[in-house]
């Protein structure tokens, strides 16, 4: 019930986070007023349930190739006008003597709802294209090393026996090296491109 900030972990590098994030708020989440800051700090700013609903931050932390977005949410909107009903509510109830207008303000409860409505509705949105994002990103990421390995050709074999010497020194055995290229392989790389990629991520060239 009206949640107020919010984490979420990413495997988009930062700037394509900013990027995808501005796009999808500003195409397909119903926000209104998307406004980004992408030269200090990668902030994302705009409003849902319309013009005097909710406030959203967003903001994108580096976490090396991956990035965490925050969420805030902001309901001064929702409680100013919620605070001016009840005061005028309340004038009302002591000029005319009678407490029937304070029933005026179950009329505030709609407005709670809708804005907690279009909290989880733009969270639950959020949560359906992430995924998307990444299998996107993750493709085009794969695209682009493909094309530097064929350019940059190597002796996979001898990178892999590289590897399975520094793991045996390091863990005694090879089981996280065989999981790293195994998980690799299962995200669509061929066994040769799962070498490749882990050799470069443990700095053997």
């Known amino acids: 019930m ?14 394509q986070a900013y990027l995808s994030m501005v796009h999808l708020m500003r ?7 998307v406004e980004g800051e992408e030269e200090e700090k990668l902030i994302i700013r705009a409003k849902i349930g ?17 990035s965490t977005l925050e969420f805030s949410f902001g309901y001064r909107n929702i409680l100013f006008i919620s605070v001016i009903a009840l005061i005028a509510l309340t004038g009302c ?10 029933l005026g303000a179950v009329l505030i409860l709609p407005l709670a709802y809708k804005a907690n409505f279009a909290v989880m509705s733009f969270l639950g949105a959020v949560n359906e294209a992430l995924p998307h994002l990444e299998q996107e990103y993750a493709r085009l990421a794969l695209m682009e090393d493909r094309k530097r390995w064929q350019l940059e050709s190597k002796d996979t074999e001898a990178l892999y026996r590289r590897l399975r010497e520094k793991h045996i020194k390091t863990w005694g055995n090879t089981n996280v090296l065989e999981y790293k290229i195994a998980e690799y392989e299962r995200q669509g790389l061929t066994h040769n491109e799962a070498i490749r990629k882990t050799a470069e991520e443990e700095g053997i060239y």
């Open 27 to 33: 195409e397909n989440l119903g926000t209104l007023n």
């Open 2 to 15: 009206f949640p107020s900030k919010l984490r979420k972990f990413v495997r988009l590098a930062p700037n």
């Open 50 to 66: 319309g013009a005097l609903g909710v406030a959203v931050n967003m903001q994108v932390f580096p976490e090396g190739d991956a």
């Open 93 to 102: 109830s002591l000029i005319f003597g009678t407490p029937v207008p304070m």
